[in-house]
């Protein structure tokens, strides 16, 4: 908890280092990357850097964290830390590099602030920070030791066993051991790290929901090749580093450097409340996860299942979902697609983007996210007006999460 000195400095100088939060961070991976180029290069997503996602998810995340010290919300900080510990598990993130940020965001923070920086203000926020990043570190200790690995060892090489179309532009991989020993269990929902040397020599780190049945034995991953994309206003979205990479030249036989899966968007046990699992484009990945595990345990609670894509050969994975939710006695699921390709609307089936009008959704349902962030925001928006706690709305964003600091 932070001191009640040091709360009154952050509660003063909360506006104005709020307002620079954005430059602050930008500056501070500036720094960092001048310092220690190699993270740039091989530990970091260099494409979220380029965007600015990622200085803005972090200044999020620090800004969100030290609003909520001032009016305590433990909910709210386990929900926002939670998800950034389990990222840095997988990247295999330790404790001392708390040390190194600590360095270079501070001296952002002077660089930027100058001399509004006084000897209270910095330590004010440097116990803001040290609260931050000694709860992250107890966080990804507890991770660590419950997947029963020594802190930051986290990769392990697996061989492609099969390399299979899921759609035009998305190619699933079952990953076996190289010992050929069972890959460990997981939970369902739960993603793991890929790491690739690409041609210019960097190793570039991304995330992929696992689409496998939680069980001991093989592991499966999807991956969607990212096109380049040009909007109305000119701005630029790139092509996707990694997971084009994977598209275009991994095969069967190949071998990937991978981590131990983690990630918090995950089926709690023991709990029967009823399901709606809602998931756009490749967003569905986690959700086949659960849908396997909840068809394995034949689970007979109501399970909803909403799906959103451009079109149906766009649909990744489209057949398994529906025969997965056909084998649930609960089991209902809805489908809209931008372009129906000619095909005519149905039972299920509908044209357009995700509305939940017709949905019927149960008292006490647990609802899970994954996709696009407008997708998700527009969704938890109308799921709130259909009085769902927000606290039953769990959600998966694939990168920088930029959504952290919105209000609960």
């Keep these: 908890m932070l001191s009640a000195t040091s709360k009154d400095v952050i509660r ?9 939060i954005g430059d602050i961070t930008t ?22 850097q380029r965007q600015g996602t990622q200085p803005q998810a972090l200044a999020g995340s620090i800004a969100a964290f030290a609003t909520l010290q001032l009016e305590p919300d433990p909910a709210r900080v386990n929900a926002i830390l939670s998800r950034i510990a389990n990222k840095h598990a997988s990247l295999g993130v330790t404790a001392d590099q708390y040390a190194v940020v600590h360095e270079h965001l501070f001296a952002a923070i002077v660089e930027v602030l100058g001399e509004a920086v006084t000897p209270e203000v910095a330590a004010a926020w440097d116990e803001v920070y040290w609260l931050m990043a000694d709860t992250l570190i107890a966080m990804e200790k507890g991770l660590y030791a419950g997947a029963g690995v020594v802190p930051g060892d986290v990769w392990r090489t697996v061989r492609v066993r099969e390399r299979r179309h899921e759609s035009a532009d998305s190619v699933s991989f079952i990953l076996t051991s190289t010992d050929g020993t069972p890959l460990p269990r997981f939970a369902p929902g739960q993603y793991l790290s890929v790491g690739v040397r690409l041609d210019d020599g960097a190793r570039q780190i991304r995330q992929y929901s696992l689409c496998s049945a939680p069980r001991e034995g093989d592991w ?25 990479h994977l598209y ?50 034949a689970d007979a609670r109501s399970v909803s299942v909403l799906h959103a894509d451009r079109s149906p050969s766009a649909h990744a994975h489209r057949s398994e979902l529906g025969a997965l939710v056909e084998r649930l006695p609960g089991g209902v699921m809805h489908r809209w697609y931008e372009d129906l390709g000619g095909r ?15 949905v019927d959704i149960q008292p006490g349902t647990r609802v899970f996210l994954c996709g696009p ?32 600091p919105a209000p609960a």
């Design 220 to 244: 499966r991953i999807t991956v969607k090749r990212i096109r380049a994309t040009t909007f109305a206003d000119g701005s630029v979205a790139p092509a996707g580093e990694v997971s084009n």
């Design 344 to 358: 005519a609307a149905g039972t299920g089936i509908s044209a357009g983007r995700a509305d939940l009008g017709a």
């Design 248 to 297: 275009h030249n991994v095969f069967e036989d190949d071998v990937l450097d991978v981590t131990t899966p983690f990630g918090d968007l995950v089926l709690p046990e023991d709990d029967q409340s009823p399901l709606l699992l809602a998931s756009a484009g490749i967003g569905c990945t986690p959700m086949i996860g659960m849908l396997h595990h909840l068809v394995d345990n």
């Design 27 to 48: 500056l501070f991976y500036r720094k960092l990357f001048t310092a220690h180029p190699a993270l740039e290069r091989d530990f970091f997503n260099r494409g979220n």
């Design 12 to 20: 003063a100088t909360l506006p104005a280092v709020g307002a620079a």
């Design 373 to 404: 962030l407008p997708f998700m925001i527009g969704l938890r928006e109308a799921l709130l007006e259909k009085n769902v706690p927000a606290e039953n709305i769990h959600y998966e964003v694939f990168g920088p999460d930029s959504w952290a």
